[in-house]
């Protein structure tokens, strides 16, 4: 028997891949799809992506509630 080994998706780019699809995500829904027990460590991701543009973070929510938003170097190729 023999298994096929495929990589697999990066946190980041199952977050592109969400929101491909999807408005915008927070962190609870983000680990989720990632598999991230963490707030903390899905934080970290959320601000190297802020960082490299790829998202933003939406403007006027209360900290509970914070979402994010595809960014100006949102990758054109995320479906």
Do not use: C, Q, W
């Amino acid at each position: 028997m023999t298994l096929r080994h495929e990589k697999l998706a990066t946190p980041e780019e199952k977050i592109i891949e969400f929101l491909g699809h999807n408005e915008e995500i927070n962190n609870s829904k983000a680990r989720e799809i990632t598999f991230i027990g963490s707030e903390n460590a899905v934080k970290r991701i959320f601000n190297k992506m802020i960082g490299a543009g790829m998202i933003k973070k939406i403007p006027g929510r209360p900290l509970a509630k914070t979402g994010y938003r595809r960014g100006r170097n949102f990758p054109k190729e995320s479906n």
